[in-house]
């Protein structure tokens, strides 16, 4: 929760800090594959539930999540080697707001896939 003796400035530039790490189309995505699917995860997992991100793509991401500290890499030392991607707990910090846009969601979009929230109702 924020303090009451932090100004607006603040606050909006904290905000924008966060947008700038989390906000792209990927990166809250992953966060939720990796908490709310399986935990830890491996890379091929998470492109697979994922569809149609690249690797290149995925790779860069969870590459800035790691940089940031949000998710944890570990090589496994196994034979092959592998690799498996965990939240952390500033990344856990993360989960009530990515479950507050989701109820958001559910709440004033259409949740029912058949239909598509994109499209505008006003006629």
């Known amino acids: 929760?924020?303090?009451?003796?932090?100004?607006?400035?603040?606050?909006?530039?904290?905000?924008?800090?966060?947008?700038?790490?989390?906000?792209?189309?990927?990166?809250?995505?992953?966060?939720?594959?990796?908490?709310?699917?399986?935990?830890?995860?491996?890379?091929n997992e998470i492109m697979k539930e994922l569809k149609p991100i690249s690797s290149r793509t995925l790779a860069i991401k969870l590459a800035k999540l790691s940089a940031h500290g949000i998710i944890e890499?570990?090589?496994?030392?196994?034979?092959?080697?592998?690799?498996?991607?965990?939240?952390?707990?500033?990344?856990?910090d993360l989960l009530n707001a990515l479950k507050a846009m989701g109820e958001w969601s559910f709440k004033w979009l259409n949740p029912d896939p058949k239909q598509n929230c994109n499209k505008s109702t006003v006629k």
Do not use: C
């Not at 607006?8 to 992953?30: C, H, P, R, Y």
């Not at 890499?73 to 856990?92: F, M, N, V």
């Open 1 to 43: 929760m924020v303090q009451n003796n932090v100004s607006k400035e603040q606050v909006m530039k904290m905000v924008e800090q966060t947008v700038a790490i989390v906000g792209d189309k990927w990166s809250l995505l992953i966060i939720g594959e990796i908490a709310f699917v399986k935990s830890p995860s491996r890379f």
């Open 73 to 92: 890499k570990t090589i496994e030392p196994a034979s092959p080697p592998y690799t498996q991607y965990a939240l952390t707990e500033k990344g856990k």
